[in-house]
Structure formats: C-alpha cells, structure tokens
C-alpha cells in the first residue's frame, strides 16, 4: 500500500516538472498562482498551474485531491466549478480523489456522504444555477448533488482500491459517483494527462466561485 502511494507521489512530481519544462501551449507551474490565495499552507503543497483559456480542446486535466474534508474544504469549495469551467472549455477532466480526501464520499447508515450534509452557500445558488443553465429551483443545494452534476456533464470522479484500504472505506460505503480503478491504473492517469491540477490545501468554506479559472 505504502509503495502505491510512494508511486503516486512520484509520479506526480514528474509531471510537475514536466509542465515546467513544457512549450509554450502548455499550463506554466507557478507557485503564485497557488499559495497566495489560500494563506500560510503546510510544506509540501505542489503549486497549481493555471490553464491557458486558448489551450485547444481536448486535454486531459486531472485534478488531484488528497485532504479530507474533516481537515480543508478544498475538495468541496475549490474543485466543481474548475471542473465545470474546463469541461465546458472542451477538454477531458479527471477529479482523482486520493489518500484521505476519499473519506469525503463515503456513504453513513442513512446514505449520505460528508459531501451530501454541506451545503452549499446560499449566495452562490445564483451564480451556478447560471453556470450550469437551469432556474435556481433546480440547482444542487449541497456538494454530493454538485458533484453528481459535474459527473452527468463528463467529469470522471476516480479513486484507488488502495485509497480506500488506507481509509477503511468500503465499496459498498462508497457513492457511486466515484469509480474504483486498481493502484496501477490510479497512478497511470496521474502520469498520462496534459496538466496536474493537485489541491493539497488546506482552506475554509467559501464561495465556490472564489478561485473560477480565468
């Protein structure tokens, strides 16, 4: 389990530096356009690289989430409208849950998931319900049904058998928007793709529209 983990790490350490030394049509690695919207951030949070809104359709971006919701709220405030916003732009998006942010879909005796008991802010209902095109009444009023939504547009949710080992979760605890994929098939998606977005963050609840990609 360990060696799994270790892999995916390094992996996705290649491909950061990858982007980095990539052509001018790829997602500059820019620390700044990470850590200075988030405040002070433990050590070892990768910098996020921003999409060039020009990049041709069709890229793989794979978002990479490890923090449990118990810990940051990036899983919940940071990613959907990213995702949403990059799908609409034509591309391929992967939301790669790993490590103990997997903990955040795992269903209780009542069904729900951590996801399914936040809400979202009422401030935001608005703006998304313009965002993803459909009257207010019918926008998701919590972060499983946000989710739920981003899957039936195209985003792919997946994790790790080895993931949810190291959580405890079990597939049958787990919501099905999330796809179980081996370690090796995990850690291929981390490294075959066009640009690693990885949300290590630790932040509070807020706006979802607080960092929309430019």
């Known amino acids: 389990m360990a060696t799994g983990r270790a892999a995916s790490a390094l992996l996705a350490l290649a491909a950061l530096v ?20 988030h405040g002070p ?18 890229k793989r971006i794979v978002m990479h989430v490890t923090p449990s919701l118990d810990k940051s709220y990036v899983v919940a405030c940071d990613m959907p409208v990213p995702a949403l916003t990059f799908i609409e732009r034509g591309h391929f998006v992967t939301i790669a849950v790993d490590r103990a942010a997997i903990t955040a879909f795992r269903r209780d005796a009542e069904g729900k ?16 319900a313009d965002a993803l095109h459909v009257s207010t009444g019918n926008v998701p009023k919590n972060f499983g049904d ?38 090796q098939d995990f850690n291929k998606i981390l490294g075959d793709l066009d640009a690693l977005l990885p949300y290590d963050d630790i932040g509070p ?4 529209f607080v960092h929309t990609p430019g």
């Open 113 to 128: 998931t951590q996801l399914d008991r936040l809400a979202l802010l009422d401030e935001d209902l608005d703006r998304l």
């Open 146 to 183: 946000l989710y739920r939504v981003l899957a039936a547009k195209g985003v792919r949710v997946v994790t790790s058998d080895g993931a949810l080992r190291a959580a405890g979760v079990t597939r049958g605890q787990l919501d099905p928007v999330v796809e179980v994929l081996s370690v």
């Open 41 to 58: 951030q433990p050590e070892g949070v990768r910098p996020r690289p921003d999409i060039p809104t020009d990049w041709p359709h069709g």
């Open 18 to 37: 990858l982007y980095a030394c990539a052509s001018q049509a790829s997602p500059a690695a820019s620390p700044d356009a990470h850590g200075g919207d």
């Open 205 to 208: 609840l807020h706006s979802i």
